[in-house]
């Protein structure tokens, strides 16, 4: 099995451009009245020409029959295999809502909770209080100080929070306070490992300072940590692609997760357009041999269950492709870190359509235009998302020949 | 993941007879007057006729998106994951060129170089003299002997050569004595674990006995090793697949990949053109269970960036095919090793068309004839080409059922 060891043996540092295109949560399944998912609906004669011209596929993100997160989903695309490389869960809470995780840093998720007079857990998500309220109780926890440690603490989602620890000699093996269950304490945070007691210790530290600022803010008058981990320590683009990589995207996950693999993150706007998006790639062109450009809004809609939304947003999409086009990548891929279907609302398993444009050396197919069912009789088969960075570095030239 | 373990445990030496059929470097790129690929274009009604019947998909060599040589591809198509059992450079150059390379032997890619007064390299390459020019510096190297050990070298191409040790204590563990640069002298071998010490000084006393022969054959006044290697020591086909195994190709390189996995190697004539291979195979069928046949000139073609030429081989293959078929083998396979599409003039990364046709018992599909775009729609589907020999042992009924 390939890995990324190999690819590295590969990889030198000159040839084509590469552009990955990411619809979040592209894949969907028909709608009742025509039988057309949101991709066949929605009117993209730039993709369909692409498609018609190179070669499509279905990508597989993670597993058959596996929905992916944010995270592994993108590590999948980004080339790393998402079930050998895991990343914490509280890093991903971290790098989500824009903290950096940095080696040596200990990064964990947090929920408020709720507990009565004897300090029993009554609700393990605090009444699910809006994300203001969350953050009000976040600005108490900003002001608690533990000597020999940096902390920096910052609102997700509602109940949800993340942590970030910095210092000399933290270790992330330490325990869940959350016990999982009500009418029980949080438990104390454990160092797994004899190396995590100091982190453990301001764990529990930083936990009593918490009390102290949250008694008197129920449903949120309390709160447990869980996840607690380090840098994942993953290869790096310029060391494994031997690529000067950038991403574009506007929010801070995708961000986070281009920062953990190498990738240049360049300034974005919290409310950029897609059009905003696609001018960033043409600004920051000429300095990259890869481009990340990540589309969000395909994933929100279909969470949403509105299939008319999100197919406003990929042809929205296609609409302002030319700017991407007129930058004539050497290898262009249109894809998705998964499906959102929008019948479904959720992250679902379904194969991704993709489409790979490298002119003159992509497979030849039938392929017509760029859509599920089409893409399934297309020359790139059904593949998993984390073997599409090697098909991308094949067709840039990217890859020496491997023996003799 | 299946491993050859798993295959020598179910497979049984009774069954039917499998004939490979590999035309190097089959599968092809289209040509922009008609969009046709090489296969494509060719006027193949055999070949036709048994993808219609048959079964057909494509062959992933050793990975997406990597384009292998011709050592790894073949060993893929043989059944062995080429990531996992690696040749080394040393062994595929020598057995490349026709020189034995048995357990214990230490193989050797050699390159003349140039010095200047002062021992340093001002040419790594000798300024890539003749083919000759080299066979002429080699005979003058086969006249060193070192007492212990047995020495044969052989010119491969231009400044390059083989050298094979043989003898007692002989271990492939030495580094390289080229440089990879210009400027400074060749390196010296040093072993690279205590046990190769031996085979180090054995080196170092053979590049010494070298300079003197060379001294006065400027360009070629020195040389330098690189790719030491031993016998990779890889399962063998009687074991594994318990089948009485014979090759028929033209080229060294594809007879020593075959002797590798213990194959029986039958003498061909060096100017035997497809008709004569083909008779081979008829005349020696009867002795064996399994016969892999090699056409090399389709990837000669395609390197040469000849469509039409390329075509032209792969039309004669099929006017000779009836000599194959009137053989009736149980299982049929026609595939290539890897692609060399005559538009981009190299192996490339791309899925080789492959068909297998075994009467009553493929998987039925809807390809009509042999080419790219057909074998997209086929019913063996995508496959990794070391996963094609479980497919023909399955189809030849030589595997046992796994688990009750």
Chains 1, 2 share one sequence.
């Not at 592209?26 to 998912?37: A, E, I, Q, S, Y």
């Not at 603490?153 to 306070?177: C, H, Q, W």
């Not at 996950?253 to 974005?268: C, D, E, H, R």
């Not at 002119?359 to 020359?379: K, L, V, W, Y």
Request: proline letters at 7%; hydrophobic letters at 40%; aromatic letters at 6%.
């Amino acid at each position: 099995m390939v890995d990324l060891e190999f690819i590295q043996r590969l990889a030198h540092d000159q040839g084509g451009k590469i552009l990955l295109l990411v619809m979040d949560g592209l894949g969907g399944l028909p709608r009742p009245k025509d039988g057309l998912t949101e991709l066949e609906a929605a009117h993209t004669p730039n993709l369909d020409r692409l498609a018609k011209e190179g070669c499509t596929g279905l990508s597989i993100p993670v597993a058959r029959g596996i929905s992916p997160g944010s995270g592994p989903a993108h590590l999948g695309l980004f080339g790393y295999d998402a079930i050998k490389y895991e990343v914490g869960r509280g890093v991903l809470e971290s790098v989500g809502i824009g903290l950096d995780v940095n080696p040596g840093d200990v990064a964990i998720r947090g929920n408020f909770c709720t507990v009565d007079d004897s300090g029993n857990i009554t609700d393990r998500r605090a009444g699910r209080i809006s994300t203001e309220a969350g953050a009000e109780r976040v600005a108490r926890l900003t002001k608690i100080t533990i000597p020999g440690v940096e902390l920096e603490v910052k609102i997700a989602k509602e109940y949800r929070f993340a942590l970030v620890m910095r210092g000399e000699g933290l270790n992330p093996a330490v325990s869940d306070t959350d016990p999982q269950a009500t009418g029980v304490p949080p438990l104390p945070a454990k160092p797994l490992v004899p190396e995590a007691k100091k982190t453990a210790d301001i764990a529990n530290k930083w936990i009593e300072e918490a009390k102290h600022w949250l008694k008197d803010q129920a449903p949120a008058n309390m709160l447990t940590l869980r996840g607690f981990a380090g840098d994942p320590n993953l290869p790096k683009y310029a060391d494994v692609f031997k690529l000067r990589a950038a991403c574009v995207a506007v929010y801070p996950m995708y961000k986070g997760v281009s920062k953990l693999v190498g990738m240049n993150v360049i300034p974005t706007n919290v409310n950029d357009t897609t059009e905003d998006e696609f001018k960033h790639v043409a600004r920051i062109w000429k300095d990259y041999d890869f481009v990340f450009c990540h589309i969000k809004y395909t994933d929100s809609r279909g969470e949403d269950g509105d299939f008319d939304a999100k197919v406003k947003v990929i042809e929205e999409v296609d609409k302002h492709l030319p700017i991407l086009l007129n930058l004539n990548p050497d290898v262009m891929i249109v894809t998705g870190d998964h499906s959102t279907p929008a019948m479904y609302k959720s992250h679902s398993w379904h194969p991704v359509p993709t489409l790979l444009h490298a002119p003159a050396t992509h497979m030849p197919d039938r392929s017509q235009c760029f859509g599920e069912r089409e893409c399934i009789t297309g020359g790139l088969g059904q593949f998993f998302s984390h073997e599409l960075m090697a098909l991308a570095m094949g067709h840039a030239k990217r890859l020496e020949k491997y023996g003799a």
